[in-house]
């Protein structure tokens, strides 16, 4: 079951209506500042990850000399 286009144009005059035209820039802005904060702390853990991971088979090479 997927969302048609109908009911993307009723979601979308849905959140105009709520929100008002002064105020969809400003929550638009919003999404857009949560989004690019919940990307970079994804990337960070991705990072974390990987370093930890290197780390670990690094040791276990030493160890296997």
């Known amino acids: 079951m997927s969302i048609g286009p109908w009911q993307v144009i009723i979601i979308i ?16 802005r919003s999404l857009g500042l949560g989004l690019k904060e919940f990307k970079k702390a994804t990337r ?18 030493k160890d296997d000399k």
Do not use: Y
């Open 13 to 28: 005059l849905a959140i105009i209506i709520l929100f008002g035209g002064k105020k969809l820039p400003e929550l638009a």
């Open 44 to 61: 960070g853990i991705k990072d974390e990850l990987k370093d930890t991971t290197d780390e670990v088979e690094q040791s276990a090479t």
